[in-house]
């Protein structure tokens, strides 16, 4: 039986009344201050697992490298899924806080810190009140969402049986820290977050003396040419109504000031909607970079190598809907706000077991001094000037930890039996 989004709402209140907003706040802390890079979130998952096994959950890990996955079986009733990723970035951290990152270089720059303790405290919630909801609770802490070691997280926990092992689910749910107004709750049915490709391009020269270019086939010139012109390939190419960004993230060349190297490199971030337009993008890339070699005499032909994918995210308009209902009825209409389609993306999508609906939303997380002092007089510009997400000054208000742990709590218990 569907509950109404009032009854939900009710349950939910009662569900997260005991929940230790402090104790979670210094476990977030923790947890910032220890950041794991992609498939070596070890201390992470452990704490993970030893906070799942202490609620009552049966808790296995491992599970694709260094995922972890607790299972609650409260009777008769839906399996629901809860996921949350764990893995830091390679980004200096600038923030100055008192709990910053103490690993140079690494930072919980996308809030994956914050998501683990979201999932902790909606686990621990649900487990202390077994009487309020029936069915089965599966947790996932999924590593490397980030795709630092050029493999999707949730791809690995699949791989190793992820949807065979455990109960399989009637709804996923999964949610992600975001800048903005403090304590919004972003919902889009269907197309939530574009398809993404990271695209390797190794263009071969022929090295020689700075000083004597005309013996030389220069790499360097040529990259150059292939980053202007790429750009086109997007603007010139596509209709103004296709979404599709292109990023050159990388331009490496040469080791010395006085040679012109053989070889240069380049590598591409690609984020489309449609598989059409990523189809065309793809097509144009990989003949605007063989037509420039060409151009410049390259003595051999570009290599072109798609080292990363991820598929558009869809969530399931219906699910969407009644779980955005639910979040409206906790938190007030005002509260839930859809801004449409990013051009993000994520690797949740690849957890969810064919046919499975999912449904991923944003909670906003921005310091309300913060969010006043940035310039500009709409949201909109106020959004461009606030750090965001994969920045060494992202930093969320650690007032939204309690807010994650009961939109969690509350999209259960729209799929729970009460």
């Known amino acids: 039986m569907i509950r109404s989004s009032g009854d939900v709402a009710e349950a939910t209140r009662d569900v997260t009344a005991g929940v230790d907003g402090e104790g979670l706040t210094d476990f977030y802390r923790d947890l910032h201050r220890h950041p794991e890079l992609s498939m070596a979130e070890n201390r992470t998952a452990a704490l993970l697992a030893g906070r799942l096994r202490a609620a009552g959950l049966e808790v296995t890990e491992g599970v694709g490298r260094t995922g972890v996955v607790g299972v609650l079986r409260n009777g008769d009733g839906p399996v629901v899924w809860l996921r949350g990723d764990t893995d830091a970035l390679p980004v ?22 914050m998501h683990v303790t979201w999932l902790v405290g909606a686990a621990e919630a649900l487990a202390a009140a077994r009487d309020a909801w029936a069915g089965t609770l599966v947790v996932i802490g999924q590593p490397a969402e980030e795709g630092g070691t050029g493999e999707s997280g949730a791809a690995a926990m699949a791989a190793d049986g992820l949807h065979d092992r455990f109960p399989r689910p009637d ?13 919004l709750v972003l919902h889009t049915p269907g197309l939530t977050m574009a398809a993404m490709d990271d695209i390797d391009i190794r263009i071969h020269g022929r090295g020689g003396h700075g000083s004597r270019p005309e013996a030389t086939v220069d790499p360097v010139l040529a990259a150059a040419h292939v980053v202007t012109r790429l750009q086109s390939g997007v603007s010139r190419e596509l209709a103004a109504t296709d979404v599709a960004v292109l990023t050159v ?16 490199e ?13 189809e065309r993008a793809l097509a144009a890339i990989r003949r605007i970079v063989e037509g420039e070699c060409a151009a410049a005499g390259c003595p051999r032909p570009p290599e072109i190598d798609i080292a990363y994918s991820l598929p558009a995210t869809v969530d399931d308009a219906a699910l969407d809907g009644r779980v955005a209902a639910v979040h409206r009825a906790v938190f007030g209409d005002g509260a839930v706000v859809d801004l449409g389609p990013v051009t993000g993306s994520e690797d949740v999508s690849l957890l969810a077991p064919a046919d499975t609906p999912y449904d991923y939303w944003y909670v906003t997380s921005t310091p309300q001094d913060v969010w006043e002092e940035a310039e500009g007089e709409s949201p909109a510009e106020k959004f461009a000037r606030v750090p965001s997400n994969h920045s060494g000054l992202f930093a969320p208000d650690l007032s939204v930890v309690p807010v994650g742990v009961r939109t969690l709590v509350s999209a259960a218990l729209s799929v729970f039996s009460f």
């Open 92 to 113: 200096r951290e600038e923030t100055g806080l008192p709990y910053a990152s103490g690993r140079a270089g690494v930072m919980h720059a996308c809030g994956h810190d």
């Open 171 to 183: 709804a996923l749910f999964g949610q992600h820290v975001a800048p903005g107004p403090l304590g």
């Open 249 to 264: 993230g990388r331009f490496h060349a040469g080791a010395k000031h006085n040679i012109i190297p053989s070889e240069a």
């Open 266 to 278: 380049l590598a591409l971030n690609l984020r489309t909607r449609v598989p059409e337009v990523r």
